[in-house]
């Protein structure tokens, strides 16, 4: 029997429920507000990493000066349940507050599909 790719994508994610999720948070910013974000987000990340089910979390800069998101969030957590938790504590933390013209707009993921 032939499985097809919706299908199999969520067979997938109802048997990985309790697997560790990736956070992928992107950041539209000025490029000159890129300073500012990556010190709001060491602040953010102190809180983060303190929470139950913080696994890790690396941000990444883009090398264009023109590229649509300047940051990029790429963080690891036990569950996704774990992280929303977590970002409950940072929002009300106040840790964390994009100003405006800042787009930040996360998502969770998990691997579907790996080499």
Avoid at 13 to 38: G, H, M, Q, S
Avoid at 83 to 100: D, I, M, N
């Amino acid at each position: 029997m032939k499985t097809t790719f919706a299908a199999a994508t969520l067979a997938h994610l109802a048997t990985a429920a309790a697997a560790d999720v990736t956070l992928i948070n992107v950041f539209e910013v000025p490029r000159e507000d890129a300073a500012e974000v990556v010190s709001a987000w060491e602040a953010a990340g102190d809180v983060m990493a303190a929470q139950p089910g913080y696994i890790s979390t690396a941000l990444h800069a883009a090398l264009d000066d023109g590229a649509r998101f300047q940051l990029i969030n790429i963080a690891k957590w036990e569950s996704a349940a774990a992280f929303r938790a977590a970002s409950e504590a940072l929002r009300t933390s106040g840790a964390f507050r994009p100003k405006e013209g800042w787009v930040v707009t996360p998502g969770l993921y998990q691997v579907l599909r790996a080499d």
